[in-house]
């Protein structure tokens, strides 16, 4: 059982920064790849961003290429994500995930495990 806890979600204005962080307690974090997802409002949850285990492989949803950055700490058991250049099309519950499994990890239906969400509101 894997535990994920996300924070550093909040306000800010179109243009500005916010980092995200997940997390993880419980079993091997490092036997995981990480994913991050986003739901607005009235929407179907999205794919924003994932990370292999060890973290030489990186995935990223076209609408936030250059803008957004995921990133793991293992020895802290924790996923990053670095949102620079934010628009207000970006403003959703951001959701954390672990998976086992190494590929697929544009798709939620591999992640096996998931955190309560943060929201992020951008204003414009």
């Known amino acids: 059982q894997v535990q994920l806890v996300e924070s550093g979600g909040g306000l800010v204005q179109a243009g500005g920064s916010l980092r995200l962080s997940c997390a993880a307690s419980?079993?091997?974090?490092?036997?995981?790849?990480m994913g991050w997802f986003r739901q607005a409002p009235g929407k179907e949850r999205e794919f924003v961003t994932a990370?292999?285990?060890?973290?030489?492989?990186?995935k990223a949803a076209d609408s936030v290429k250059g803008r957004f950055t995921i990133s793991r700490d293992n020895a802290k058991n924790t996923v990053y994500l670095q949102m620079n250049i934010l628009k207000p099309e970006d403003t959703a519950v951001y959701y954390c995930a672990a998976t086992r499994r190494d590929y697929g990890l544009e798709t939620a239906i591999v992640y096996e495990y998931w955190g309560q969400g943060t929201q992020v509101t951008v204003s414009s």
């Open positions: 419980g079993r091997a974090f490092r036997s995981y790849a």
């Open positions: 990370i292999n285990w060890s973290g030489s492989t990186t």
